[in-house]
């Protein structure tokens, strides 16, 4: 995997190049906003470690930039502020994990594997396949304007499944998306969560968003079009 | 910014002004009615004189004009009298003047039509000033015979003239004192008003300098409720200042041993990681759970805007759901949209996110948020918000340990169970409740607190909507 560090304390941006590269990754290392900004628009990483507190830009604006600049690697936030006001300005920024300072590495090692695995498009904040709107910052889904309650992985299934619609996606894909460790994956989850979302979704089974390939995965039906608002 | 004038100076505008224009105005308009009243008396007093001239006039027997003058004290009678009086025919020949013009060279101005009455002033040579009154009159000096005369009286203006300044003078004098007396009767009276101002003033610099730790007491209920909210507020800093001064001293004080242990390990040849490993995790909880308690905005809710509940906890749920992505989770969320925290946002953020963040860890799936404004507790305890799950609760034993610090009710759970203590902490700063039960629906922990809460003006609610 290729990793982005941006982290302004030079000690520790060494020790996290160290151990990562140790850990078999490719690590491409920042010091300040305008760097990580660089790195992370032309490399083509695949999980990116941020600081908050960078000189130049700060974290939370290198992140806003990244993503409205279309790129949707996982972004791990590090940082000394954690309080809840600090975690919630960092996740809506677009980051997708966070971890405290002073930290554990396999901690870090563990929630950057997680990242990579489900990583978001986060890019388009509304996706929309006929009559099912899906709001990925507020992480809401409605159809025709009802909203629909979802458990995190029906919304995640749904969101990967919307973000390729016309596709068809294999269970394997669809567990990884949900799954970290592979010895938890249940293959009769995938169908199980499909069968509660189609239910949640079309209960008079009349937009029957969701058709299943036998042997080869799911699809979404309906046509992705341009979300209004 | 401009200066903005003083209250006291405005008052006193505000009022003089008014004052002094409007006894002004009547000083004129009662000296105009007495003039033109003077005025309207002499012209009648004239026209009686013009009436008993002509009531006097006759043609003696010799054929010549002549008034006669029955009164020989009357005023037209001796010379230089102030009153004149003449009778001119139509041509303006003087046929007859009465005695008191004799030396005086009176010019009564063009005769006058016959039956109009033309009433005027006039100035003398020597500078006298006369009143007028010349009438164009039929007069039969024969039974078919008539002739045009004009009958004209003067009368010296003088006496009058200064009869009127004198009114004049009196007028101003009086009403130029009684504006004096009122003007200072009412700088009496505002200087009374606003002495509390000036107390507040002074009791306020007092404040500054050092002098005085509060504002006293016994101001009006306009002044009182800044008083209040000011000493409110100058005793929240200072409890602020020496919560931060206990705080940095513990933080010093209980960092010193693992410090210190950390130091022993070091100098003992091979530092063993553990040990290091150990006391780092130490330092680290202690520096968060001191700093925790100064961040906290003290309870204060003076100037506090409401905080709307509905959009932090929707940023929480988005937060949650990808910090406990591990788990197939629902954070069901039931926001009245009016509910508001009075009280600081990151004191409120920090609370839910631990309470829910608490339910997430705990939870087996499902985890539901409510939160209302109850109007029938108290205001300090009218946000009302339950945090539920449908993990294995909270025993009634271990209740009261998990709200203490540094405990956790369960060694295997992540994190440091501070979280709960910290919403114990918050509560009593802001003077709310919290307890700890089960939930009926879930059979689950279910955490109901009790905070200071307003509703939210309506302006903010269509906004947001």
Sequence with gaps: ????????????????????????????????????????????IDVAIID??????????????????????GVLVLTARDRWQDKVEGLSAGADDYVAKPFHFPEVQARLAALLRRASGWTTPLLQCGPVVLDTRAQTVTVHGAAVELTSFEYRLLEHLMLHAGEVISKTELTEKLYEQDFERDSNVIEVLIARLRRKLDPDDEIKPIETLRGRGYRITLARTAAGE | MARTPSVSRQLVFAVAVPLVLSFALTVFVLNRI??????????ERLDQEVISLVSAAELTDSGRFDVRMADSESRLSRPRSGQYAAVRNARGRVLWSSPSIEGVAVDFGAPVTT????????????????AILNRGLEWDYAPGNTANLVFSVAEDLTEQNARLQQFRNQLV???????????????????????PVHRLEQEIAEVDSGQRAQLGGGFPRELAGVARSLNALLRSERARIARYRDTLGNLAHSLKTPLAVMRAALSGGAPQRETLDHEIDRIAQIVDHQLQRAATSGGVTLGQQTVPIAPVVADLRVALLKVHSAKDLSIDAEIAPEAGFSGDVGDITELLGNLIDNACKWCRGVVRVQARLDATRPLAQRLVIHVEDDGPGIAPEDRNRVLGRGVRADERASGHGLGL?????????????????????????CLEVALPGRALAASVLTSAG
Aim: hydrophobic share 50%.
């Design chain 1, 1 to 44: 995997m290729r990793i982005l560090v941006v982290e302004d304390e030079a000690a520790l941006r060494e020790s996290l190049k160290h151990d990562l590269t140790a850990a078999g990754h490719a690590v491409d290392a920042a010091a300040d906003g305008e760097e990580g900004l660089y790195a992370g628009l032309e490399y083509p």
């Design chain 1, 52 to 73: 908050l507190g960078l000189p130049k830009m700060s974290g939370l604006e290198l992140i806003r930039r990244l993503r409205s600049a279309g790129k949707s690697f």
């Design chain 2, 34 to 43: 007495f003039s033109e009243s003077a005025w309207q008396a002499l012209r």
């Design chain 2, 115 to 130: 039956g109009r009455s033309y009433f005027t002033r006039a100035r003398l040579a020597d500078g006298t000033e006369l």
């Design chain 2, 173 to 195: 004098a009086w009403f130029a004192a009684l504006a004096l007396l009122l003007l200072a009767v009412l700088g009496g009276l505002l200087r009374r008003v606003l002495r």
């Design chain 2, 421 to 445: 203590a910290m919403v114990a902490d918050t509560v009593a700063l802001y003077g709310g409740e919290l307890h700890v039960g089960e939930s009926p629906t879930l059979h689950g922990a």
